[in-house]
């Protein structure tokens, strides 16, 4: 099998990375980016726009570039590494897939083009606080009126919701609130009456908020596929987010072990570099195997999440994270540990990427919940 990236992907790689290195040249530069209102400058959203980043995921009838999530990947990887803070995993990755692979003909002419230009973002707005990881878990309702629906309910850490202009929320049509039949995706606009936003700052810099829709009117175009029968579609959206994470995390990783390498050669005691000790050797080599690891299951990630087996793709989205979920620990520590206080001061950049591996860790599932799903998924695993 051949691993090459061909020479379209190549180009993309590296003008994604050319455009982060230039919107985050220092850790004073992303700290000066993130006192923007939103968390981020507009500025910056175009440029991602421009290039083209934003059309990836859809199809070219629809405008798009007919990227695939090897394409969104590369674009992921270069977020993590220069710990970009547009939303592209809210609106690229969560958003858009929901759009993409649930939307209509006629919901994808009225919202992809403002999508693909930057004048739209979307975000996924599906955690509410009694559901944890558990996507059936559904509160909040959407209940037939006429042709159309009333939403009531609440969403917790819905990441970007601020900076949104739809949202793609999961509420329940029918059904008790763990039952997998009964619920469905709909797109909300932001400013809809009854929609209220309370945004505030996550611990890597990020955004998320918390979001309740009292008595909100949607009309049933606002349905993304069967209103009852969403819980597949919300899965893939995950997966999809889970794919993505994978790469960023391996982006954020391979600038710490680089920035750790680094610093082991340039910290000097007892007169000689740090990193001529050979039990802080063998401890680098330990993070670029977990970071290689990591790597590798990122891939595997991107070939499975449009698998057609639904099993087979759950369980190997599921290894994904839990690899990825243990790298990024792992990694994160042992950076902290190999520089010592500086590890952990916020004038380092290193400490930023230890924050964003913490949080990566527990987005979309932690360990636990996913080997849970593994356990749970009948040979699934052995099938993928």
């Known amino acids: 099998m051949d691993f090459d990236l061909n020479e379209d992907q190549s180009l993309l790689r590296d003008s994604v990375e ?19 209102q939103q968390g981020f400058p507009e500025e910056g959203w175009r440029h991602f ?29 270069a977020v993590g590494r220069n710990l ?41 707005a599906h955690t509410e ?14 209940r037939r009126a006429g042709d159309g ?25 029918s059904g008790e ?12 606009p932001a400013d809809a009456p009854g929609v209220a936003v309370e945004p505030y700052p996550t611990q890597d810099g990020g955004r998320a908020a918390e979001v309740a829709f009292t008595d909100v009117a949607l009309p049933a175009d606002a349905a993304l596929g069967d209103p009852e029968g969403g819980l597949p579609l919300l899965e893939r959206v995950v997966e999809h987010g889970i794919a993505a994470l994978a790469a960023e995390a391996v982006g954020s990783m391979d600038a710490l072990h680089a920035l750790t390498v680094e610093y082991l050669k340039t910290r000097k005691q007892f007169g000689v570099p740090v990193g001529s000790f050979q039990a802080l050797q063998h401890r680098a080599v330990d993070m670029l195997i977990a970071l290689e690891q990591a790597r590798s299951m990122a891939l595997y990630g991107a070939m499975m999440v449009e698998a057609e087996d639904a099993q087979a793709r759950a369980a190997a989205l599921a290894a994904v994270k839990v690899q990825v979920n243990k790298a990024c620990r ?6 902290v540990q190999l520089h010592g206080g500086i590890g952990m001061t916020l004038e380092y950049v290193g400490a930023h990427h230890f924050k964003r591996l ?27």
């Open 358 to 384: 913490a949080m990566i860790e527990y987005q979309l599932g932690d360990t636990a919940h996913h080997l849970r799903r593994i356990t749970r998924s009948e040979g699934g695993l052995l099938a993928a």
């Open 18 to 36: 050319r455009l982060c290195a230039d919107l985050y040249p220092s850790l004073e530069a992303r700290q000066a980016r993130l006192k923007a």
């Open 49 to 77: 726009a421009e290039l083209g980043v934003l059309g990836l995921p859809f199809s070219e009838d629809d405008g798009g570039l007919g990227g695939g999530p090897v394409e969104t990947a590369l674009v992921m990887e």
């Open 177 to 188: 609130r763990r039952d997998h039949r009964g619920i469905g995706l709909f797109l909300v």
């Open 129 to 142: 606080r009694q559901s944890r990881y558990d996507l059936e878990d559904v509160a909040t309702t959407a």
């Open 149 to 173: 629906f009333t939403l009531n309910g609440a969403k917790s850490v819905v990441p970007n919701a601020d900076a949104a202009g739809l949202l793609v929320v999961s509420a329940r049509v």
């Open 330 to 335: 792992f990694v994160g520590q042992e950076a």
């Open 84 to 124: 970009a803070v547009e939303p592209l995993l809210a609106s690229l990755v969560l958003g858009s897939t929901a759009l993409r692979l649930g939307g209509s003909a006629a919901q994808r002419a009225r919202h992809v083009p403002g999508v693909i230009d930057g004048s739209l973002r979307l975000t996924l």
